[in-house]
C-alpha cells in the first residue's frame, strides 16, 4: 500500500492493518483492574477484615468473568498470602 505525503512528491510504504484486529481495547478489563487496584490499596491503608474481604471478592469475581488474567491474579493471590503472613506472625 502506498500513500501519498505533503512533504514529498516521492511515495512512502504504510502498513495494512490486520485483518480482525481491534485498535480499541475493550474498557470491561481495565475497568476490572482499576477496582481490584483501589480496593488493594484500600487494603493495605486501612488493613481491615472489611477491606481484605472487598479485595478477596472482587479478585475473585474478576477472575470468574475472565476479566482478570491469570498474571494478576497470582500476584493478588501472593500479596493476600504475604499479609496473611505478616498478621499470624504479627510483624
Do not use: C
Not at 490499596?41 to 482478570?68: F, N
Not at 499479609?83 to 504479627?90: D, I, P, Q, Y
Amino acid at each position: 500500500m502506498q500513500a501519498q505525503h505533503p512533504s514529498s512528491s516521492e511515495r512512502k510504504a504504510t502498513t495494512a492493518p490486520k485483518p480482525n484486529s481491534q485498535i480499541f481495547k475493550h474498557p470491561r478489563p481495565l475497568l476490572a483492574t482499576a477496582m481490584i487496584g483501589a480496593a488493594l490499596i484500600g487494603y493495605i491503608v486501612h488493613k481491615t477484615p472489611d477491606a481484605r474481604q472487598k479485595l478477596e471478592s472482587l479478585a475473585e469475581m474478576a477472575q470468574t468473568l475472565g476479566e482478570l488474567s491469570e498474571r494478576d491474579a497470582a500476584v493478588v493471590a501472593q500479596f493476600l498470602a504475604a499479609t496473611a503472613f505478616k498478621e499470624l506472625t504479627h510483624e
